[in-house]
């Protein structure tokens, strides 16, 4: 037997809402209800690995700093690495980081940004069709295949156009070019996502008032596209701050505070590697050091992420 209009009505004033939201409250759905519960565990399982992560590198750093003579202000502040001799100063291995990872980003970034102008501005759909999946797949290539492509093509060229004395076997200058190109498919892939998503009437306007396609896409669609952009920026930060392959080839094992690029120095990553593959003791002090590394790491990406977020929200660009 149906239900008449008049009572719809009054079942709609009394419940507070119309009928087909009860009708659809009412029917169960078992197969959204378990996609639910997955979806949850898997934010949840997340949030928890992270939680642990921090947990455990915090643990065992206070545990370094506790039993050992080393204060915070000698780690960070300390010029030399050498825990053999009880020295922990963690700088150099941050100065050459942030060294491989500038140089990683000056090549990265352009080069990134062009290809991105390229696929949004001039590419046809045949072509970006094309490229754009060809360009990402670059980025499965194994990392300590790009290690040894910087120790045995990279470094090589480098010594033939500065001098054998000039650049030493490993050195940061291989290390970084490498992880520029490593870098490239990402910074393109996102900058171009940000530049496509530009409306396409900006682009029309800066045509109808005569803006020939470069000066449309460098005047317009880039500042339109900045925080994309920048996100892109961090984020290929981010990558190569924490990689380790790389670094661990073709940088060296040198634990030297030096701005030459020439001069191999090692990094957090490349030193974490090193070590925890060694004979260390567990609960030694050198392998507790590690996880002071690791945690100064994890605050520097962190940071990083921190200023992501300000960033894209300081220069979010919306349109109706």
């Known amino acids: 037997m149906t239900q008449t209009e008049p009572s719809r009505v009054a079942q709609q004033a009394q419940t507070g809402r119309p009928e087909w939201a009860t009708l659809l409250r009412r029917k169960p759905r078992p197969a959204e209800t378990v996609i639910q519960g ?41 010029t030399r690495w050498q825990p053999q001799t009880g020295d922990f100063g963690v700088w150099p291995l941050v100065n050459a980081t942030l060294m491989t990872s500038l140089i990683a980003m000056l090549v990265a970034m352009p080069l990134g940004i062009f290809a991105a102008i390229y696929l949004s501005e001039y590419a046809s759909p045949r072509t970006k069709a094309l490229l754009k999946p060809t360009l990402e797949i670059l980025a499965g290539i194994p990392t300590v295949v790009f290690g040894f492509f910087a120790l045995t093509f990279i470094t090589p060229i480098l010594r033939s156009l500065f001098g054998v004395d000039t650049v030493q076997i490993y050195n940061d200058a291989s290390a970084g070019l490498v992880m520029g190109l490593m870098i490239v498919p990402l910074i393109a892939s996102m900058s171009e996502d940000a530049l496509s998503a530009v409306p396409r009437a900006l682009r ?57 690029p020439f001069q191999a120095a090692e990094t957090i990553t490349g030193h974490i590697a090193r070590i925890s593959g060694g004979d260390l003791s567990y609960g030694s002090l050198d392998y507790r050091s590690l996880f002071a590394l690791a945690l100064t790491l994890f605050v520097i990406t962190l940071g990083l992420n921190l200023i992501s977020r300000w960033l894209v929200s300081r220069f979010r660009e919306q349109y109706d």
């Open 38 to 78: 997955l979806l949850f565990a898997s934010g949840a399982i997340s949030i928890l690995t992270t939680i642990g992560i921090v947990l455990v590198l915090g643990n065992e750093s206070l545990s370094f700093f506790t039993d050992s003579e080393v204060s915070l202000v000698e780690f960070f502040t300390g």
């Open 204 to 260: 029309e306007g800066a045509y109808g008032l005569g803006a020939t396609k470069f000066e449309a896409a460098v005047q317009v669609v880039l500042p339109a596209a900045l925080s994309g952009l920048v996100a892109a920026f961090i984020i290929g930060v981010s990558r190569a701050v924490g990689e380790t392959m790389i670094v661990a080839i073709a940088a060296g094992a040198t634990s030297q505070l030096t701005f030459n």
